[in-house]
């Protein structure tokens, strides 16, 4: 791979230095977006515009977010610590587990992994004297993505969430949704999460899906100082109920926004670009 310059490119730069309002950071495959992020967030710290704790960023995976958290490390240290680097279901995870009683959940409440969803929706499916099917789970799912009951499996879903609160658990879709539900039911436990995410930033913006997209307007309202990070022509998870719409009214939402472009491949050598 091509080596990075010492410095941003400007247009890195303008995205760094950007801190004023909302911002929309389009960026192609290899122009650096990951740097753009730690770099904008090292630019809040250093110059004092944010606390450690007023800083969000969410990314879409695991693994993303884990090298963003090293990246952030390696560049400032110990004020890296008090970052939030989390995923969507981390984020919500974390506030669930903060206001358990508030969301109607147990303190000690369990977060079921994918076999035990499957064998617990097998157990409901059979109990109605029906096949349990991966179509099935499939529209339960992307419903939960939705923030909607399906109209055809309303009595399932019923009776899946039914069993889900017999069981004091949460699927892995329900760590927004019900994320959602609380900071849209209570306004004291929004403000807070608001001043958790006073500076969110969130990588793959083109990916999200409907309760994503609600979990973000609620916590970056229009006057923010929200930064997305994106590109609508790498959308990959539409088969998770993602829609790259979200990616396109971002203007609309946040009509004081800039966008920057980020022009300049640094992962391809000169022929390839």
Do not use: M, W
Request: hydrophobic share 40%; charged share 25%; proline share 5%.
């Amino acid at each position: 791979a091509a080596a990075l310059p010492s410095g941003p490119h400007p247009e890195q730069d303008a995205a760094v230095a950007n801190q004023q309002g909302p911002l929309l950071i389009v960026a192609g495959p290899g122009t650096g977006k990951t740097r753009t992020l730690v770099e904008r967030i090292a630019r809040l710290l250093r110059e004092g515009l944010a606390e450690p704790s007023e800083i969000t960023a969410i990314t879409f995976t695991r693994r993303a977010a884990r090298e963003l958290r090293e990246r952030l490390a390696a560049l400032l240290g110990k004020p890296a610590q008090g970052v939030a680097v989390q995923t969507f279901h981390s984020l919500g995870l974390d506030l669930l587990r903060k206001h358990a009683v508030a969301a109607g959940l147990p303190d000690d409440f369990k977060v079921l992994d994918e076999s035990a969803r499957q064998a617990l929706l097998a157990q409901v499916v059979e109990a109605r004297g029906e096949k349990p099917s991966a179509r099935l789970a499939n529209n339960i799912s992307a419903s939960k993505a939705a923030l909607l009951t399906p109209v055809e499996l309303a009595e399932v879903f019923r009776d899946y969430q039914a069993a889900l609160a017999s069981a004091g658990a949460v699927d892995f879709d329900d760590l927004v949704g019900r994320t959602v539900q609380l900071l849209e039911t209570r306004e004291e436990i929004l403000g807070d999460a608001r001043r958790r995410c006073r500076h969110l930033l969130v990588d793959e913006y083109q990916d999200i899906n409907a309760a994503q997209y609600r979990l973000i307007r609620l916590l970056a309202p229009a006057d923010s100082l929200f930064c997305a990070v994106g590109d609508p022509d790498q959308a990959i998870y539409g088969f998770r109920g993602s829609d790259p719409k979200y990616f396109g009214c971002f203007g609309t939402d946040y009509p004081t926004a800039r966008t920057i472009t980020l022009v300049r491949n640094y992962r391809s050598h000169a022929p390839i670009v």
